[in-house]
Structure formats: C-alpha cells, structure tokens
C-alpha cells in the first residue's frame, strides 16, 4: 500500500491552508450562477417554446440540477461558507431541498465515510464503481434507460416509496412529510410561477423531464468517472480520478470542478474553485506520472467501459507443439469472475498441445478505434476434462450466446452436443495482463505508448 495517504504528504501546511481559503463572492456568484441558467432557462424557453429549445433546456436543466447537487456536495465539506449555520442553511435549502434531496446533515455522515475509506470494502459508494469496467453492449442498456427516464422513474419512485412508509397510513403520511414536504412545498411555489406566466406544462417538461432523463444519464458519467475501473484502490492518486473537461463538457457534463475529483479527496475541504489550482500545483510538484486524470470523458469511458465481453471479439490463443513452434488458432471465449474460459474438441491439436504443455498467450483485440487490445501470458488450467460436459453446459451455452445470440446459442450447443470437449480456463490474476489502446483525438501519442518503444530523443508525431 502506498505511504502517500495525507494531504501533508502532498501539500505543505501553508498550501493546504491556502487551498481551503474561502471566498464568500465565489460562493454567492455559484450559487446564483446555477440558479440564474436555470431560471434564464425558464423564461428563454417560455418565451420561444419549440420542440428545439425545450430539448436545448433538458439538457441545460439537467446538468444545473447536478451543479445543484455538487455546490450542496461542496457544503457537505463545510466548504460553502466559514459560517457553519449558513453554510448548512445554503446546502439545504437553496440546493437540496428543490430538487429532491433532504438534510445536509444525514447526506453528510454518508458522505464522509466514503472520504474515509474510499474504494475498501467498508466504502458505501463502492457499489457505483465496483460493476466497472464493463461492456460497451451493458453500458449502451445503461444509457437507454437513463435517457429515456427508466433509471429516473425507478430511483425516484424508490426514495418515495421508502419515504412514505409506516405501520399505518397516517404514520406512513407523517413520514413522508418529514421527509419531502419542505420539497413539496418549494416545488409547488415553483410551479406556481409556471402557472402565473401561462405556461403551466413548462414546469414537468423543463423540471422533472430533466430530473428524470440528462440528470441522470450526468450523473452516472460523474460516478464513473470518478472512481470506476481505477487503477490500485490503495493509492491516494489512483483510486479516484481527475478528468481535464473542456468548456462544452463543463457547461453539460460537469460543473463546478466536479472533474477534479481527485484533488478534491486529497484535501476535501477545498471550495470547489481552488481545486483546479490543487490540480496544477500536483503538476508542479511532479506527481502528474502518478495521478489518474484523463484529458475528457470519452477517455474516461475508453477506460471504464471494456470489450472482453463484447458479442463477436474472437480470441487468438499461442501454444507450443511438441517441436517447440507456435500454434496460434482464432477461438470463441468467455471472460468471467476474473478467469478466461475456452472449449477445444477433443481432437483439435491444440487441446493436445495443453496437454503436454499449458503455457499459453491470449490476445484480444477489436476491430474499431480505440484498437484496444489485451495480451495475456499464464497457463491455462483444466477444469473439465473430455466427457464432462454435463457439467459445464451452462458456460457452454453463454460462451455461444456471445457469438451467436439466445436462438443460434440454443442450435448450436444441441447441434454440437455430441463433440467431446474440454474446459480450459486462464486465471488472471495468476498470469500477466497488459492492455493498450490507440491515443485518442485529444490524447498525446506519449500518453499510451510505453517509453520503451521509442529511440531516445524521438517522440510521437
């Protein structure tokens, strides 16, 4: 585990004092900076309401429905205002409690304990980064449901539902109440001013649309981004992230310095406009090699959402015959708890070859850009051997439902049923893995490239 564990061991006392200065104009100008875009919003679309603004203002709502949320989050920190009553005043009450959350007080004691023990075990947001990486087919499912307000739809309804309980109806009511009736009560006068400007309809549509759709698809690029699929888990600059988001990502993806995610762990006190200078003065001392930051999010996403389980990326696997050369055969695999399985005939020769000899090397590749590929060394070891395959049928059948679908997965394994196979699996964590992918647009070719394959003086043009 690394000793890189304190913001002292990154930031003298000065800088860390520094880093945590509170400016009250800073702060006064978020707050009616997300609330301004949003109310302009309002009024722009209210006024020249057409089928493009209304789309334009979900998207702008959405994002500022986050901002809301990250200024809140900043208030968490006590990172709002000096003064703690107004800090906690401002976070609920001005951020919170429109939209959908409720104390600052509760979310706060959660919250800390992510800052606590981020990415162990004990870690209650582990669960949002824990799934990661995962397949491009998983992640396009993901999206769907949160633009078209399924994810909304299910996690709303959820957190009234756990609201409104009680062993009878009065106390179920009671409960509610306590819960979301200040929520309640802002949101009707907020919808009152709809209504007074004729545009009733405007409230649902540039409200709670955006609740339900960009906001979440927003914040489920935030969660992982900032800590799916890191690096080591144990180290202070590499189990959270960092993302160089441009101005159109700021305006719809992240803002307020929600990008800078990592710094902010490190001193998590900081007001949110002070951590791009804790991201530059890290610059300065060096530490960039070490840092997890990703120049955007489509980055982010190359590193987060993987190809391995992706339906059709056939595997090549190198054995060794008996005269020592190389066999290398296209194969169909399954890549699951951590393990790579395969299925050779019985009379393949390469199933002879793993019998004399289990050294193997894997490849993986894709076809499209980023051209990712994955290169694995390690010995495969049987798990089934010839004849029991009864045994394994089900691997069988999700290992052809990734190159086949559902229906040829079922025609395929009775059509094959009768050829003896083995099973074959690569533990990973038991042999060596590297990756790489192409550079993005944005990317400099040094970044991906390991310095090795470069004479010295030359760089990537």
């Given at each position: 585990m ?41 009024v722009?679309?209210?006024?020249w ?5 209304v789309l ?24 709002l205002?000096?003064?703690r009553?107004?800090?906690d ?24 304990q992510?800052h ?65 009736g ?30 339900l ?8 690029l ?10 080591d888990?144990n180290?202070r ?9 441009n ?11 929600v ?14 406009y ?22 955007n999010y489509k ?19 190198a054995v060794v ?9 296209p ?11 395969f ?10 070859c ?15 850009l980023?051209?990712?590929?994955v ?5 495969a070891?049987l ?8 045994q394994?049928r ?22 094959t ?30 970044g991906?490239w390991?310095d090795?394959?470069?004479?010295p003086?030359?760089?990537f043009?």
């Amino acid at each position: 585990m690394t000793t890189l564990q304190r913001p002292k061991d990154f930031f003298s006392d000065a800088e860390i004092e520094q880093l945590r200065q509170h400016s009250p104009w800073r702060s006064a100008y978020a707050l009616l900076h997300c609330w301004g875009v949003i109310v302009a919003t309002w009024v722009v679309v209210g006024i020249w309401t057409n089928p493009l603004t209304v789309l334009l203002g979900i998207f702008i709502i959405g994002a500022r429905q986050l901002g809301l949320g990250v200024l809140s989050h900043d208030g968490a920190h006590f990172a709002l205002s000096r003064n703690r009553k107004l800090n906690d005043w401002l976070s609920e009450w001005v951020l919170s409690r429109p939209f959908t959350s409720g104390t600052i007080y509760g979310y706060r004691k959660y919250h800390l304990q992510h800052h606590a023990f981020t990415q162990q075990p004990e870690d209650p947001d582990l669960h949002l980064s824990k799934p990661f990486p995962i397949s491009k087919t998983s992640f396009r499912r993901k999206v769907w449901r949160d633009l078209s307000g399924q994810t909304g739809w299910k996690q709303y309804g959820a957190m009234f539902s756990d609201a409104f309980k009680g062993e009878t109806t009065g106390q179920a009511l009671k409960n509610g109440w306590r819960r979301f009736g200040p929520n309640i009560v802002i949101n009707l006068f907020i919808l009152a001013g709809f209504i007074l400007a004729g545009k009733w309809y405007l409230y649902f549509l540039l409200w709670w649309v955006p609740a339900l759709t960009w906001n979440r698809f927003v914040t489920r690029l935030r969660n992982i981004g900032e800590h799916a699929a890191v690096p080591d888990d144990n180290d202070r600059l590499r189990n959270t992230r960092t993302i160089e988001a441009n101005w159109l990502e700021r305006a719809f993806i992240a803002p307020y310095g929600v990008n800078y995610h990592l710094e902010h762990h490190l001193v998590v006190n900081a007001p949110w406009y002070n951590l791009k200078r804790a991201h530059q003065m890290l610059i300065e001392k060096g530490f960039l090699e070490q840092m997890e930051v990703q120049p955007n999010y489509k980055a982010m996403l190359a590193v987060a959402i993987e190809f391995l389980n992706e339906p059709g990326v056939l595997m090549r696997i190198a054995v060794v015959r008996a005269d020592g050369s190389p066999l290398v055969t296209p194969i169909w695999f399954l890549h699951e708890a951590g393990s790579i399985y395969f299925t050779p005939r019985e009379k393949s020769a390469w199933f002879a070859c793993l019998r004399r000899d289990p050294r193997v090397s894997l490849c993986i590749d894709e076809q499209p850009l980023p051209y990712r590929k994955v290169i694995v060394e390690g010995a495969a070891e049987l798990v089934f051997d010839v004849g029991a395959d009864d045994q394994w049928r089900d691997l069988y059948q999700r290992t052809a439902q990734k190159y086949v679908g559902e229906q040829g997965a079922q025609a395929y394994v009775q059509n094959t049923i009768d050829q003896p196979r083995g099973l074959f699996k690569v533990v990973l964590d038991n042999a060596k893995v590297t990756s790489w992918r192409m550079p993005l647009e944005t990317e400099d070719g040094m970044g991906i490239w390991h310095d090795r394959y470069y004479v010295p003086g030359t760089h990537f043009e």
